[in-house]
């Protein structure tokens, strides 16, 4: 697939899956069966061996957990099968999430994400947060009653 066919697949993710909510409607036409999944809080043998199991649940996890979030892509780039995306995200947090009780608070973050795409589907996801990690954020903000 061409880079603007892999750039296309991942808008829809963040759309349907991310601001959508609806990441189970999509996988299957986005996501290979055997994709691997490197990311903050998932264990490495755990995100090779049940990658997209464990994608799906996180995604969901996540936008249960923050049901107002919306997703913005402030950069994105494509080069052949290998996709760059920053994820600027902002929600409310509303459920439990990595651990930590629903805080009622809005917070904003940002992810990097690096994907390498197989015949236009996302095979290896790798998500690297930046500034303070959500869940410390989350921790923080639980502990001393103030804003993330």
């Known amino acids: 697939m061409s880079a603007e066919q892999n750039l296309e697949v991942f808008r829809r993710f963040v ?3 991310l ?3 609806d ?4 996988s299957a ?4 069966p055997d994709l691997v999944l490197e990311a903050p809080g998932i264990p490495m043998a755990k995100g ?15 936008t249960d957990a923050f049901p107002d979030v919306q997703c913005t892509m402030p950069y994105l780039f494509a080069e052949g099968d290998t996709l760059a995306a920053d994820i600027a995200y902002h929600g409310t947090h509303e459920q439990d999430f990595a651990g930590v009780p629903a805080t009622h608070e809005h917070v904003k973050g940002g992810e990097l994400w690096f994907v390498e795409f197989e015949n236009g589907k996302m095979k290896l996801v790798r998500i ?4 303070t990690p959500l869940r410390s954020a989350l921790l923080a903000a639980q502990a001393h009653g103030q804003h993330p």
């Open 15 to 17: 759309e349907v899956g």
């Open 23 to 26: 990441i189970m409607s999509i």
């Open 48 to 62: 090779r061996e049940q990658g997209l199991e464990v994608f799906n649940q996180s995604v969901k996890g996540f």
């Open 19 to 21: 601001n959508g909510k």
């Open 29 to 32: 036409d986005i996501c290979t």
């Open 128 to 131: 690297c947060e930046y500034g």
